[in-house]
C-alpha cells in the first residue's frame, strides 16, 4: 500500500510537524484554509474517521493539544474541526485526518473557513514550534 501520510509519518515525505505523541502525528496543511491549519492524523493506517470504531477516539488527546498549541502560539480563537469520509465527501487523501482550523476573530463564521493566507508555511511553522 503507498499511502501519502503513511510516508509523512516515516519521514519518507518531509512535512513541517507541530505535534506529535504515541498514536498521532500533526502537521501544517500545505494548502491551508487558514493560518496555521493542521491536519493531525493516527500513526497507524486507517481509511477514515468512520471505518474504525476506536482511531478518532485515539487521536482526541492530540487535538486537543493542537488546539491549545495553535491558541497559544497563533491565537486562534475558534476552530472548525473537519474530517472528510469518502470520495463524494472530498476526501483525497484516505488516511484518516482531522482538519484543524484555527479562526480569528477579524474573519468568523462558517461561511469565511476558506480563508487568505498571507504568511507562507515556514514562517507559520515557526511562529507555532518555535
Ligand atoms: P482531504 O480532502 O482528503 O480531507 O484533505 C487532504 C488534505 O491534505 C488537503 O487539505 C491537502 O492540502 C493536504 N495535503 C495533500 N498532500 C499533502 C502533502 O504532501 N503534505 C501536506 N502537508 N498536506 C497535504
Ligand atoms: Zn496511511
Not at 502525528?25 to 493542521?38: R, S, Y
Not at 472548525?80 to 469518502?86: C, K
Not at 473557513?113 to 507555532?128: A, P, S
Request: net charge negative.
Amino acid at each position: 500500500m503507498d499511502c501519502l501520510f503513511c510516508r509523512i509519518i516515516e519521514s519518507e515525505i518531509p512535512s513541517k510537524r507541530v505535534f506529535e505523541d504515541e498514536t498521532a502525528v500533526a502537521f501544517l496543511d500545505i494548502n491551508p484554509w487558514q493560518c496555521g491549519h493542521t491536519l493531525v492524523i493516527p500513526r497507524r493506517h486507517v481509511a477514515d474517521a468512520l471505518s474504525d470504531p476506536t482511531a478518532l477516539t485515539e487521536i482526541a488527546p492530540a487535538l486537543r493539544q493542537v488546539g491549545t498549541l495553535l491558541q497559544d502560539k497563533l491565537g486562534a480563537s475558534g476552530f472548525n474541526l473537519l474530517s472528510n469520509v469518502g470520495a463524494d465527501s472530498g476526501q483525497e487523501v484516505f488516511h484518516l485526518h482531522v482538519h484543524v482550523i484555527p479562526r480569528y476573530a477579524d474573519n468568523p463564521g462558517i461561511a469565511h473557513m476558506r480563508g487568505e493566507i498571507t504568511d507562507d508555511l515556514e514562517t507559520i511553522h515557526r511562529r507555532i514550534t518555535g
